[in-house]
Every structure is written in structure tokens, then in C-alpha cells.
């Protein structure tokens, strides 16, 4: 769906699968947002960078296709957090009330992903403390980068963002994948989190089999961010349509709602792509050591 007003806004909103999955990776777009064109563009623009910067450094995940150092450093980054993947080193005491969650017996969505944002925020920093926070600012940043909610426009008036972000910050040693992974992946683990619990109970019911392995159960409760932003650099068609967006319209690819009606295509982590989430293996093998644990609760196990 196209909104253009000349000098106002240019805007495409994205939700067909084959749309998504080329989009993303069209050479003419690219996540490095500049805030030029319309003047609403600009606003949504200014909002994006403001939320995910450090220092007036873009986060890695709004850095361009041809960035270099960024592509170096999400190399490193991808190399160190298999390497934990395949060790499966994680701390079962502060994923216990993820496990409950999932197995359905005990433990609230809110502390689940309060243990979570530890677990990853001692990726980066050792010392990190207070998961509950880091949850509760990592859902302030998220609303307060959409435009048309009201309640981010209260957390931007009383600067309530900028506190979140610089809390964030301060629990992951300053390091920007930091930020990335509280401020954004949290979001999606979570939307994961209700999934697996959802399977949980249909295997509970009968309905479904217990996936054996990680891939097919992967498969079963992938999850792709609600909304990715690509920038368009010079002029294309849209694959499907044959639409023409001109340099500086803003594409919204509404990966989740493509993902459901295609959910062969794996939109979670762009894996096909030169934006790869580095975070990739990391991230199945934390939900399949939650899915684990909880299935042996449910048998009568224990995931202490």
C-alpha cells in the first residue's frame, strides 16, 4: 500500500511475501537511514536514528550493505556467539522463569524475558543486574520509535526514551550490539516465547507431536520482527506490482504478517542476506535450551 503526498510523505507499506524477501535485499534499498526527503519521512527518519545510535554512531543494524567495519564486526560477533551456541553454557537460573512460562505450570511473560535480557545483557557485561529494568526499557524504546502511538509520544516527551536507552547502555558496558540486543531482539524472543508456549499446549493436548530436533522445532515457533525499514536509494518497482519508489520513499516490510502467510520463508534473521543477523545460532539454541527444560518439567524432570 502506497501514502504519497508531494513533499509530505512517501511511504510503502510491504506485506506480500515475494515483496518482503526481495525488498530487502534490492540493491537500490538499504538500512542506512539519512533523514532526507518528504517531511514526514524525515520525522519517522529522525525517530529511528535518535532511538538507535550511540554517541552519533548508528547501531550496526542501520549501517549500510557496503559499511565495511560493520560487516567486519557482525563477522566477529557472529564467530563469538556460535562458539557459545555450541558450548549450550546457559545460566538455567535466570532462564527458570522462561522455562515455567513455556511449560505453562508457573512464571509470568514479564519475568521471563526480565531473565532473558540478563542472559544476553552478560554477553556483553559480567555485571549486569536488574533484568526487570532492562525488559521495561527495552519495551519503552520500542514504542517510543513508532510515530503514531501515543504513548511513545508521552515517552519521548518526558524523555523517557533517551533514560531507557542510556540505562541499557550502562548494563552492556556501552557496546552497541548491546543496545541491539535488548532494545530490539527482545522484542521478537518474546512474541517466541508465546509461540513455544502455544505449541507446549497443543502437545499437552494431543494435537501436535514434541519436535525432536532443533531445526523442526525452529521451524515451529519462528519469529520475524513486525516491521523492518529499508530506505530507498535510487529508483525501483516493486516486484509484485510494478510500482515505481522513487530515491527517499520509506519502505515498511511487515515481515511477520508475510512470514504467516509464507512461513517457509525465515524473515527472523535475514540469514539469506547481506543483513544476516550475526545473533542467528545463538538465539535458536537459547529457545531450544528453554524448550528442553520445560519439556522435562512437564515429564516430571527438573530444570534446576
Same mark, same amino acid.
Given at each position: 500500500?502506497?501514502?504519497?503526498?508531494?513533499?509530505?510523505?512517501?511511504?510503502?507499506?510491504?506485506?506480500?511475501?515475494?515483496?518482503?524477501?526481495?525488498?530487502?535485499?534490492? !540493491?537500490?534499498?538499504? *538500512?542506512? +537511514?539519512?533523514? @532526507?526527503?518528504?517531511?514526514?519521512?524525515?520525522?519517522?527518519? &529522525?525517530?529511528? %536514528? =535518535?532511538?538507535?545510535?550511540?554517541?552519533?554512531?548508528?547501531?550496526?543494524?542501520?549501517?549500510?550493505?557496503?559499511?565495511?567495519?560493520?560487516?567486519?564486526?557482525?563477522?566477529?560477533?557472529?564467530?563469538?556467539?556460535?562458539?557459545?551456541?555450541?558450548?549450550?553454557?546457559?545460566?538455567?537460573?535466570?532462564?527458570?522463569?522462561?522455562?515455567?512460562?513455556?511449560?505453562?505450570?508457573?512464571?509470568?511473560?514479564?519475568?521471563?524475558?526480565?531473565?532473558?535480557?540478563?542472559?544476553?545483557?552478560?554477553?556483553?557485561?559480567?555485571?549486569?543486574?536488574?533484568?526487570?529494568?532492562?525488559?521495561?526499557?527495552?519495551?519503552?524504546?520500542?514504542?517510543?520509535?513508532? !510515530?503514531?502511538?501515543? *504513548?511513545? +509520544?508521552?515517552? @519521548?516527551?518526558?524523555?523517557?526514551?533517551?533514560?531507557?536507552? &542510556?540505562?541499557? %547502555? =550502562?548494563?552492556?558496558?556501552?557496546?552497541?550490539?548491546?543496545?541491539?540486543?535488548?532494545?530490539?531482539?527482545?522484542?521478537?524472543?518474546?512474541?517466541?516465547?508465546?509461540?513455544?508456549?502455544?505449541?507446549?499446549?497443543?502437545?499437552?493436548?494431543?494435537?501436535?507431536?514434541?519436535?525432536?530436533?532443533?531445526?523442526?522445532?525452529?521451524?515451529?515457533?519462528?519469529?520475524?520482527?513486525?516491521?523492518?525499514?529499508?530506505?530507498?536509494?535510487?529508483?525501483?518497482?516493486?516486484?509484485?506490482?510494478?510500482?515505481?519508489?522513487?530515491?527517499?520513499?520509506?519502505?515498511?516490510?511487515?515481515?511477520?504478517?508475510?512470514?504467516?502467510?509464507?512461513?517457509?520463508?525465515?524473515?527472523?534473521?535475514?540469514?539469506?542476506?547481506?543483513?544476516?543477523?550475526?545473533?542467528?545460532?545463538?538465539?535458536?539454541?537459547?529457545?531450544?535450551?528453554?524448550?528442553?527444560?520445560?519439556?522435562?518439567?512437564?515429564?516430571?524432570?527438573?530444570?534446576?
Amino acid at each position: 500500500m502506497r501514502l504519497r503526498i508531494p513533499w509530505l510523505l512517501d511511504i510503502e507499506s510491504v506485506t506480500k511475501a515475494d515483496d518482503v524477501a526481495e525488498l530487502a535485499v534490492h !540493491p537500490s534499498t538499504d *538500512r542506512a +537511514l539519512e533523514v @532526507r526527503g518528504p517531511l514526514f519521512n524525515r520525522f519517522v527518519l &529522525r525517530r529511528m %536514528l =535518535s532511538a538507535f545510535q550511540t554517541d552519533g554512531n548508528p547501531l550496526p543494524g542501520f549501517r549500510g550493505r557496503n559499511d565495511m567495519p560493520r560487516s567486519m564486526e557482525q563477522e566477529r560477533l557472529r564467530r563469538s556467539l556460535d562458539k557459545l551456541s555450541n558450548e549450550k553454557n546457559f545460566d538455567r537460573a535466570l532462564l527458570a522463569p522462561a522455562i515455567g512460562f513455556v511449560a505453562g505450570g508457573y512464571g509470568k511473560l514479564d519475568d521471563a524475558m526480565a531473565g532473558i535480557c540478563l542472559v544476553l545483557a552478560r554477553l556483553f557485561d559480567q555485571k549486569a543486574e536488574d533484568g526487570k529494568q532492562l525488559w521495561d526499557n527495552a519495551q519503552i524504546v520500542a514504542t517510543s520509535v513508532r !510515530p503514531l502511538s501515543s *504513548r511513545g +509520544l508521552m515517552h @519521548r516527551m518526558l524523555g523517557r526514551d533517551a533514560t531507557a536507552r &542510556r540505562q541499557i %547502555l =550502562s548494563a552492556v558496558g556501552k557496546n552497541p550490539n548491546g543496545l541491539h540486543a535488548i532494545a530490539i531482539t527482545t522484542a521478537n524472543i518474546a512474541e517466541t516465547l508465546k509461540k513455544m508456549r502455544a505449541l507446549n499446549d497443543e502437545i499437552r493436548r494431543g494435537a501436535t507431536k514434541n519436535p525432536q530436533s532443533p531445526e523442526r522445532f525452529w521451524l515451529l515457533v519462528r519469529t520475524a520482527p513486525e516491521t523492518l525499514f529499508r530506505h530507498v536509494k535510487a529508483t525501483l518497482s516493486l516486484p509484485t506490482s510494478g510500482s515505481i519508489l522513487t530515491r527517499d520513499a520509506l519502505i515498511l516490510l511487515h515481515a511477520r504478517k508475510a512470514q504467516a502467510s509464507e512461513p517457509v520463508l525465515g524473515y527472523e534473521f535475514m540469514s539469506a542476506g547481506w543483513s544476516a543477523c550475526p545473533a542467528a545460532s545463538y538465539v535458536v539454541a537459547l529457545c531450544w535450551c528453554i524448550w528442553t527444560a520445560a519439556q522435562d518439567e512437564a515429564a516430571g524432570g527438573t530444570s534446576a
